[in-house]
């Protein structure tokens, strides 16, 4: 049956890179022009042979392999099951169409190349320059000139630099990104003093109430709330307007930068508005997603998961198949979301990479105490336990455990992690995480009672029959049972872990925001250091973004500083825990707690390549020690994981020399 679910072959041959798609190979706004196989070929080039990159190449190998199985099961699809998935979806496609609300509008407004558009307010000489605001590292946004060379955010430095060699840039000065935001959220507020914000720079509003109030369209809203930001924050932002959410972000991206798209509330509308829209401009739709619905089933744009509504039937799961079919339709979330509670909680630690058991279970340990306290700080207990491993060749790998209790001690924790843990080894790892899901409050533990200790339940269910195990090599188990069943409240943002889920999601379910929702005053729990920040830019020619041009205050660390010395903290969740600073995890599920990144919900690809840069730069700063001759590797993540590293000095640009990743990656793989 695969002719007729339409399957198109893939590329490749002597062209490799056409490919490698990483997450910074995939377009944005700005990047039309752009020339996508150069781009592509660059971004090969440099980092082919790395660890990273043979990594990638297995999750493609292993989605490969997922499209494979899948064009299979479809190929034994007979004519009677055909016709009766059809009727499933048919009846499917009636109940969700009946569940259409064009009462709602909804406003999704966008702020246009963020950070660089404020580092250009601040300093407009920078204006009409192609801007990257990051460092070598790493690249956390790029002016919309720097897109035109296929620069942006998520991609290294250096790539960016070989892309475009008059790249000028800046470091991220997040005090200011927070600030813009609060002043675009002043405006937000008169139009829906509801609205939610879902990252620093976008958010949703239901503008329903205004339009009637004050009789006007969902235009005219469009068009003040443009113009009031400009005027009370010098920057501007592209706005969306739409009878649901997940149209309305897609809308605020078409016009963008400083433009804004109507989607009248007609179901007419938004049903041509879908029939061309590529799947990929849904969020929840990512690479891999994308790749299986083209790879098997030849869907491409929106529409056509109506046209193979049968045969999303009969290949994904229930879950899956709503999603998809909504998005079929254009629906999405119409109604404002409750807050939503905290879904599971979750810390993680990067090190050198060892095969030191004893090592490993000491990090395990320090994992359970810090899941502990903060479960703990929070008044919560939790049933489901995921232990993460990163392991020295990049495979990452989750398994999960639910107890019949609830459990919140550091003890309790440790007996289910370790147990896990010895269930893989021997491994050599180079991460480790801990998160707890299934979490009740302290008082609502309906346990409590009768509750059992976790020693004797694990010691009753020695096999693995409770372990969910959700690596790259067990595709179809890959849902993880009670682990993966996250972010499906809300369709717009959903992610999907079913069988189509692959090794990628799988990397980042751990991460899943449960959080990605959060009311503003929230903002302020997230408390940036108030240090000076002097003047920050950088040009290309500093290779390894360590020289700063300007003034630098000796007394005060500036942002900039901060984001490329991970012996230092950005959030006030992390500097608050000083016990572990190298444990990288996401505030508010969504800023990292390194070096304050920003990565919206929907950015699940761009998250993982953040933290696996994160890991380079720890790695790059363990390689130049080690060749200094001052600290062996063991020492350097002791040291790293007990004591708070003295704040760094700026380096001269001779010190600071950039080591490519690539090249980082061979030499530090030699080691291992
Ligand atoms: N960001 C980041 N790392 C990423 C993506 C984004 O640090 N991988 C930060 C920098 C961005 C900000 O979040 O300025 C907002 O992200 P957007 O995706 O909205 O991108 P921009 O606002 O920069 O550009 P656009 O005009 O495309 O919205
Ligand atoms: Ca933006
Ligand atoms: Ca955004």
Same mark, same amino acid.
């Given at each position: 049956?695969?002719?007729?679910?339409?399957?198109?072959?893939? !590329?490749?041959?002597?062209?490799?890179?056409?490919?490698?798609?990483?997450?910074?190979?995939?377009?944005?706004?700005? /990047?039309?022009?752009?020339?996508?196989?150069?781009?592509?070929?660059?971004?090969?080039? /440099?980092?082919?042979?790395?660890?990273?990159?043979?990594?990638?190449?297995?999750?493609?190998?292993?989605?490969?392999?997922?499209?494979?199985?899948? +064009?299979?099961?479809?190929?034994?699809?007979?004519?009677?099951?055909?016709?009766?998935?059809?009727?499933?979806?048919? %009846?499917?496609?009636?109940?969700?169409?009946?569940?259409?609300?064009?009462?709602?509008?909804?406003?999704?407004?966008?702020?246009?190349?963020?950070?660089?558009?404020?580092?250009?307010?601040?300093?407009?000489?920078?204006?009409?320059?192609?801007?990257?605001?990051?460092?070598?590292?790493?690249?956390?946004?790029?002016?919309?000139?720097?897109?035109?060379?296929?620069?942006? =955010?998520? /991609?290294?430095?250096?790539?960016?630099?070989?892309?475009?060699?008059?790249?000028?840039?800046?470091?991220?000065?997040?005090? +200011?990104?927070?600030?813009?935001?609060?002043?675009?959220?002043?405006?937000?507020?008169?139009?829906?003093?509801?609205?939610?914000?879902?990252?620093?720079?976008?958010?949703?509003?239901?503008?329903?109430?205004?339009?009637?109030?004050?009789?006007?369209?969902?235009?005219?809203?469009?068009?003040?709330?443009?113009?009031?930001?400009?005027?009370?924050? *010098?920057?501007?932002?592209?706005?969306?307007?739409?009878?649901?959410?997940?149209?309305?972000?897609?809308?605020?991206?078409?016009?963008?930068?400083?433009?804004?798209?109507?989607?009248?509330?007609?179901?007419?509308?938004?049903?041509?508005?879908?029939?061309?829209?590529?799947?990929?401009?849904?969020?929840?739709?990512?690479?891999?997603?994308?790749?299986?619905?083209?790879?098997?089933? !030849?869907?491409?744009?929106?529409?056509?998961?109506?046209?193979?509504?049968?045969?999303?039937?009969?290949?994904?799961?229930?879950?899956?198949?709503?999603?998809?079919?909504?998005?079929?339709?254009?629906?999405?979330?119409?109604?404002?979301?409750?807050?939503?509670?905290?879904?599971?909680?979750?810390?993680? +630690?990067?090190?050198?990479?060892?095969?030191?058991?004893?090592?490993?279970?000491?990090?395990?340990?320090?994992?359970?105490?810090?899941?502990?306290?903060?479960?703990?700080?929070?008044?919560?207990?939790? +049933?489901?336990?995921?232990?993460?491993?990163?392991?020295?060749?990049?495979?990452?790998?989750?398994?999960?455990?639910?107890?019949?209790?609830?459990?919140?001690?550091?003890?309790?924790?440790?007996?289910?992690?370790?147990?896990?843990?010895?269930?893989?080894?021997?491994?050599?790892?180079?991460?480790?995480?801990?998160?707890?899901?299934?979490?009740?409050?302290?008082?609502?533990?309906?346990?409590?009672?009768?509750?059992?200790?976790?020693?004797?339940?694990?010691?009753?269910?020695?096999?693995?029959?409770?372990?969910?195990?959700?690596?790259?090599?067990?595709?179809?188990? =890959?849902?993880?049972?009670?682990?993966?069943?996250?972010?499906?409240?809300?369709?717009?943002?959903?992610?999907?872990?079913?069988?189509?889920?692959?090794?990628?999601?799988?990397?980042?379910?751990?991460?899943?925001?449960?959080?990605?929702?959060?009311?503003?005053?929230?903002?302020?729990?997230?408390?940036?250091?108030?240090?000076?920040?002097?003047?920050?830019?950088?040009?290309?020619?500093?290779?390894?973004?360590?020289?700063?041009?300007?003034?630098?205050?000796?007394?005060?660390?500036?942002?900039?500083? %901060?984001?490329?010395?991970?012996?230092?903290?950005?959030?006030?969740?992390?500097?608050?825990?000083?016990? $572990?600073?190298?444990?990288?995890?996401?505030?508010?599920?969504?800023?990292?707690?390194?070096?304050?990144?920003?990565?919206?919900?929907?950015?699940?690809?761009?998250?993982?390549?953040?933290?696996?840069?994160?890991?380079?730069?720890?790695?790059?700063?363990?390689?130049?020690?080690?060749?200094?001759?001052?600290?062996? $590797?063991?020492?350097?993540?002791?040291?790293?994981?007990?004591?708070?590293?003295?704040?760094?000095?700026?380096?001269?640009?001779?010190? *600071?020399?950039?080591?490519?990743?690539?090249?980082?990656?061979?030499?530090?793989?030699?080691?291992?």
């Amino acid at each position: 049956m695969s002719s007729a679910a339409g399957a198109p072959s893939d !590329g490749g041959g002597d062209r490799p890179w056409q490919s490698y798609h990483t997450a910074y190979t995939n377009g944005k706004a700005g /990047m039309e022009g752009v020339d996508k196989e150069k781009v592509q070929k660059v971004i090969y080039e /440099m980092s082919k042979g790395s660890k990273y990159f043979e990594n990638e190449q297995k999750k493609e190998a292993i989605t490969k392999q997922k499209i494979e199985h899948l +064009r299979a099961q479809c190929a034994k699809l007979n004519d009677n099951d055909i016709s009766h998935f059809q009727k499933v979806a048919e %009846k499917k496609i009636l109940e969700l169409e009946a569940s259409r609300d064009l009462s709602k509008i909804w406003l999704h407004t966008d702020m246009d190349a963020f950070y660089a558009a404020v580092e250009i307010l601040e300093n407009p000489s920078l204006k009409g320059k192609p801007l990257a605001v990051g460092s070598m590292s790493m690249i956390a946004t790029a002016s919309y000139e720097a897109r035109k060379f296929g620069v942006r =955010a998520a /991609m290294p430095g250096f790539i960016g630099c070989k892309l475009c060699p008059d790249l000028v840039f800046v470091r991220p000065n997040f005090e +200011r990104y927070t600030h813009y935001s609060e002043l675009a959220r002043k405006v937000f507020q008169r139009y829906d003093p509801n609205f939610f914000a879902t990252s620093l720079d976008e958010a949703y509003l239901n503008i329903t109430e205004v339009c009637i109030e004050r009789g006007i369209t969902g235009e005219e809203v469009a068009s003040e709330l443009r113009g009031a930001i400009h005027q009370e924050t *010098g920057l501007t932002c592209s706005v969306g307007v739409a009878p649901n959410r997940m149209i309305a972000k897609v809308c605020s991206d078409i016009n963008k930068p400083n433009g804004q798209f109507i989607l009248p509330n007609e179901r007419d509308a938004v049903t041509t508005f879908v029939s061309t829209l590529p799947i990929r401009k849904i969020g929840g739709i990512g690479k891999v997603t994308e790749q299986m619905l083209h790879q098997v089933l !030849g869907i491409t744009t929106c529409q056509q998961m109506l046209q193979k509504a049968a045969f999303l039937c009969a290949l994904f799961s229930e879950g899956s198949t709503d999603f998809f079919l909504s998005v079929g339709l254009g629906l999405g979330g119409t109604e404002t979301p409750e807050h939503r509670l905290r879904k599971s909680m979750s810390c993680e +630690r990067t090190f050198s990479a060892t095969n030191d058991y004893s090592l490993q279970f000491e990090k395990l340990d320090n994992l359970a105490e810090n899941l502990a306290d903060d479960l703990q700080k929070e008044c919560l207990k939790g +049933r489901t336990l995921t232990l993460k491993l990163k392991t020295a060749a990049f495979e990452v790998r989750t398994r999960a455990a639910t107890a019949q209790s609830y459990i919140s001690s550091k003890e309790d924790i440790l007996i289910c992690a370790k147990k896990l843990l010895k269930a893989e080894l021997p491994l050599s790892l180079r991460l480790m995480g801990l998160r707890m899901s299934h979490l009740c409050g302290e008082k609502d533990d309906p346990t409590i009672p009768t509750q059992k200790t976790l020693d004797r339940f694990f010691r009753l269910s020695d096999n693995n029959s409770n372990v969910n195990r959700t690596n790259g090599a067990s595709s179809n188990d =890959a849902s993880g049972g009670d682990d993966c069943n996250i972010g499906a409240t809300t369709k717009d943002e959903c992610l999907i872990h079913d069988a189509v889920t692959d090794i990628s999601s799988d990397q980042h379910t751990f991460f899943s925001n449960d959080e990605n929702i959060f009311v503003p005053e929230e903002r302020s729990s997230v408390n940036y250091d108030n240090e000076v920040v002097s003047s920050n830019l950088l040009t290309c020619d500093d290779l390894g973004g360590t020289k700063l041009d300007g003034n630098t205050s000796n007394s005060k660390v500036t942002q900039s500083e %901060k984001f490329d010395d991970l012996s230092h903290f950005t959030s006030c969740k992390a500097s608050a825990s000083s016990s $572990k600073p190298n444990q990288q995890f996401w505030v508010d599920g969504y800023i990292c707690s390194l070096c304050g990144f920003e990565l919206p919900p929907c950015f699940e690809e761009e998250r993982q390549e953040h933290s696996d840069f994160h890991l380079a730069e720890l790695l790059q700063q363990e390689e130049a020690l080690d060749s200094s001759g001052h600290l062996t $590797k063991e020492r350097l993540a002791e040291r790293q994981s007990t004591t708070p590293t003295p704040k760094k000095k700026l380096k001269s640009s001779k010190e *600071g020399k950039h080591i490519p990743i690539d090249s980082f990656f061979l030499k530090h793989n030699k080691k291992l």
